[in-house]
């Protein structure tokens, strides 16, 4: 009986340590096992449209021009017009051109260089009736292809870049005269000069495509006065100090941009 007893205490006691030897070798086991690693999740990146590299295009718009000539001298024999008194008309037209240039691009603020060509038909003619005769000098004018070279300087937001420019502006600007009456004679005589100035404007541009952008734009341009010698080949002088008072001129632009490196912000 004690003996029978004995046998089931020890089976029970071998049992309860093999149990507690199983329990001990899974923890072991977990402990060994290595810890999952952690991954901290990438900071979040906003892509904004990109606007800096090269781009180049095409304009088309209107322009107007204030025209005036003021005589200088007159001693040609067919001249009407006494030093100091001369002429101012507007003109306009049609203006269409293209522009090439380059932008820099940090976050939102774009910064550029911009060159541009344009062709104008900003023309006038003016009869005099006031001065000398009369109906006798007939004035003719032509304002006809105009360059920039302007920096840029603008806020984009999102496909939206508004800007500000200013810079250099050339035009070539032609005078002449023709007179049909002998009071006392005939004459006519003309010349074309380049003048220099500055330029100021503004525009919007929206990015409607990766590499494809629309906008507006208008510009003032104010330019040097030169001396136009029109007596020809008349005897004497007949001078006037001409110049395109102010140019004014609003366009539509479409600009194609090729590829530069995508700019995000954190």
């Known amino acids: 009986m004690f003996r029978t007893k004995f046998i089931a205490a020890l089976t029970v006691t071998s049992a309860a340590l ?19 690693p952690y991954t901290k999740a990438p900071a979040y990146v906003e892509a904004i ?20 000539w003021v005589n200088s001298a007159a001693t040609a024999p067919f001249a009407d017009l006494s030093p100091g008194q001369g ?26 260089i911009e060159g541009t060509v344009s062709a104008l038909d900003n023309t006038g003619r003016v009869t005099n009736t006031v001065f000398g005769g009369g109906l006798d000098d007939q004035f003719s004018w032509r304002t006809n292809f105009m360059a920039t070279v302007v920096g840029r300087a603008g806020l ?13 502006a050339g ?6 005269v023709v007179d049909n009456v002998a009071n006392p004679s005939t ?8 003048a220099n100035g500055w330029t100021i404007g503004g ?6 495509t990766r590499n494809w952008t629309v906008g507006v734009e208008y ?22 100090d001409a110049k395109p008072r102010d140019l004014q001129w609003a366009v539509v632009r479409l600009n194609y941009k090729f590829d530069a490196p995508v700019i995000a912000r954190y």
Do not use: P
């Open 18 to 36: 093999g149990v507690s030897a199983a329990l001990c070798v899974s923890a072991a086991s977990a402990a060994d096992l290595a810890a999952r």
């Open 49 to 68: 449209y990109n606007w800096a590299g090269f781009y180049i295009g095409g304009h088309v718009g209107g322009a107007w021009t204030n025209e005036q």
């Open 87 to 112: 002429f101012r008309q507007r003109g306009t037209g049609f203006m269409g051109g293209g522009q090439i240039g380059y932008n820099w691009q940090a976050n939102n603020f774009v910064f550029g």
């Open 156 to 168: 984009a937001i999102n496909n939206n870049l508004l800007y500000l420019k200013g810079g250099y």
């Open 171 to 176: 035009v070539n600007n032609r005078l002449s």
């Open 187 to 194: 004459g006519s005589g003309s010349q074309t000069h380049w």
């Open 203 to 208: 525009g919007w541009e929206y990015g409607i």
């Open 219 to 240: 510009n003032y341009a104010a330019f040097e006065r030169d001396t136009y010698q029109l007596a020809g080949t008349s005897a004497g002088t007949y001078t006037f």
